[in-house]
């Protein structure tokens, strides 16, 4: 008995209805990265390991899929690595090259590699699939796509405040009301970490404080604890979990706490101005609103860092992020690069557009028109009648069998068909064709000679 088929955990087939609404999120996103001037690249979706690994801390290495070597792999170890059993050991001696885990590290590769044919400052966007090894649940697979939007080449902070722009021109064309984005400056983090006298576990401290949403106060200061963080510091850092109010009052609460920290009144500073220009400038639908704990837990943030979240009434991790590094092209030899960027998380904004019901009907209709098929003769008409409408951009089709009526018809009604043609043999006689409207149930009549007519009516 043949196996049953089946396909990797955190992976998903996607039927004709999905990726219709999969290209409607698409095609609403790339319009404006056009409008707002990105241009788009495509890198390839595996790397050399040394690309990636080491660029998004512990965590995110352990996430990476490998990819295993060609031929014999196995046979090229040394007894000694092989005898150990110590994957890291043994890891770079079988594998060279590595899914891409996002799609950040491989354009700051590009940018390296083709940096004398680039117009910096280069803003460029990138969809395409990247791969995690991570624990599937709702809103998080292994394989998904980014929706990527960066600038590289300039270190104003208008570009922070253009992508804000962006992220709410997008949930606004999409209809998705509510919308949240997070702000928070990793300098203000480095701040704190200074005040509180953590400095030296400044990555342990952002690592286990990005988790305060899943885990709560308690986990994360349980694994601060376990991360040798000291409890006197984190006593200190304890009232900025909680801590409310206002933008503007917290902003004067972190500039009284941030005080003698010349890196985290920095952070302030930008974080104000960022604020003051998007109080100017005006957002459509989302809002803006400054979250201390938000730490994002890539190594390479250096500045401004976003997180959006979905509508208060949709349970959902957040749909889009990003934040500023200043010197990412550095790990490969391009010093001085400072970059900015977001990522809308299209999987994710997929399902919170399905449970608020806001895909458009429209996307439905995958076909216009469907010929009836009477016979040879009367099916070559069809076809002829088809090729007509398709030059129009109208969406025909020829059932490709002289099938029993209720057939075809039912297939109509399957594919939510609007109108359905029959050219039978009065018709051939006529050199006329007949149209049923599927939803009232009426027919007219057009002359074949003269489709226009019945163009002009749809």
């Keep these: 008995?043949?196996?049953?088929?089946?396909?990797?955990?955190?992976?998903?087939?996607?039927?004709?209805?999905?990726?219709?609404?999969?290209?409607?999120?698409?095609?609403?996103?790339?319009?404006?990265?056009?409008?707002?001037?990105?241009?788009?690249?495509?890198?390839?979706?595996f790397e050399n390991s040394?690309?990636?690994?080491?660029?998004?801390?512990?965590?995110?290495?352990?996430l990476i899929f490998k990819i295993l070597n060609s031929g014999d792999f196995i046979g090229k170890v040394d007894d000694v690595t092989y005898n150990s059993k110590d994957s890291k050991s043994l890891t770079p001696k079988i594998s060279e090259k590595a899914l891409r885990y996002d799609l950040t590290v491989p354009f700051a590769r590009y940018v390296v590699m083709h940096q004398n044919e680039i117009d910096f400052p280069f803003k460029r966007y990138q969809i395409q699939p990247v791969w995690r090894a991570d624990r599937p649940q709702k809103g998080r697979f292994r394989e998904f796509y980014q929706c990527d939007a960066d600038v590289v080449g300039a270190n104003s902070l208008l570009q922070e405040v253009e992508l804000i722009q962006l992220y709410d021109a997008v949930f606004a064309d999409l209809k998705l009301e509510g919308v949240t984005i997070k702000l928070n400056n990793r300098k203000i983090l480095a701040g704190i970490a200074e005040v509180i006298g953590a400095q030296n576990n400044l990555v342990h401290?952002?690592?286990?404080?990005?988790?305060?949403?899943?885990?709560?106060?308690?986990?994360?200061?349980?694994?601060?604890?376990?991360?040798?963080?000291?409890?006197?510091?984190?006593?200190?850092?304890?009232?900025?979990f909680t801590m409310t109010g206002s933008n503007s009052e917290q902003l004067e609460i972190l500039k009284g706490l941030l005080s003698n920290s010349e890196q985290g009144s920095k952070g302030v500073e930008e974080l104000e101005y960022i604020m003051d220009s998007i109080s100017d400038l005006g957002l459509q639908t989302a809002k803006l609103s400054i979250d201390v704990t938000l730490a994002r837990g890539l190594n390479y943030y250096t500045g401004a860092?976003?997180?959006?979240?979905?509508?208060?009434?949709?349970?959902?991790?957040?749909?889009?992020g990003g934040g500023r590094y200043d010197d990412l092209t550095g790990i490969f030899g391009l010093k001085d690069v400072s970059g900015v960027g977001i990522s809308f998380g299209l999987d994710r904004i997929y399902l919170v557009?399905?449970?608020?019901?806001?895909?458009?009907?429209?996307?439905?209709?995958?076909?216009?028109?469907?010929?009836i098929n009477f016979g040879d003769r009367e099916s070559m008409a069809a076809l002829k009648l088809a090729g007509e409408l398709r030059k129009e951009h109208i969406k025909a089709d020829v059932y490709p069998t002289a099938a029993k009526m209720q057939k075809q018809m039912k297939y109509a009604n399957n594919r939510k068909v609007p109108y359905v043609i029959l050219i039978g043999d009065k018709e051939l006689e006529t050199n006329s064709?007949?149209?049923?409207?599927?939803?009232?149930?009426?027919?007219?009549?057009?002359?074949?000679?003269?489709?226009?007519?019945?163009?002009?009516s749809m």
């Design 1 to 45: 008995m043949a196996q049953k088929p089946s396909i990797p955990k955190g992976t998903r087939d996607f039927s004709p209805a999905e990726i219709t609404k999969r290209d409607y999120i698409f095609n609403v996103v790339k319009k404006h990265f056009k409008v707002f001037g990105f241009q788009p690249i495509e890198t390839p979706s």
């Design 50 to 62: 040394e690309t990636l690994l080491g660029k998004y801390g512990d965590e995110g290495d352990r």
């Design 205 to 240: 401290f952002t690592v286990a404080l990005d988790k305060l949403d899943k885990v709560g106060v308690e986990g994360v200061k349980k694994e601060m604890l376990a991360k040798g963080i000291s409890e006197q510091a984190i006593a200190k850092a304890e009232p900025l």
């Design 305 to 320: 860092i976003f997180e959006v979240s979905a509508p208060g009434t949709v349970k959902m991790g957040s749909i889009g």
């Design 353 to 371: 557009l399905e449970e608020l019901g806001l895909f458009p009907k429209t996307l439905d209709k995958s076909l216009d028109v469907l010929c």
């Design 433 to 456: 064709f007949v149209v049923k409207h599927m939803n009232s149930g009426e027919q007219q009549t057009y002359s074949l000679n003269n489709p226009e007519d019945f163009i002009h």
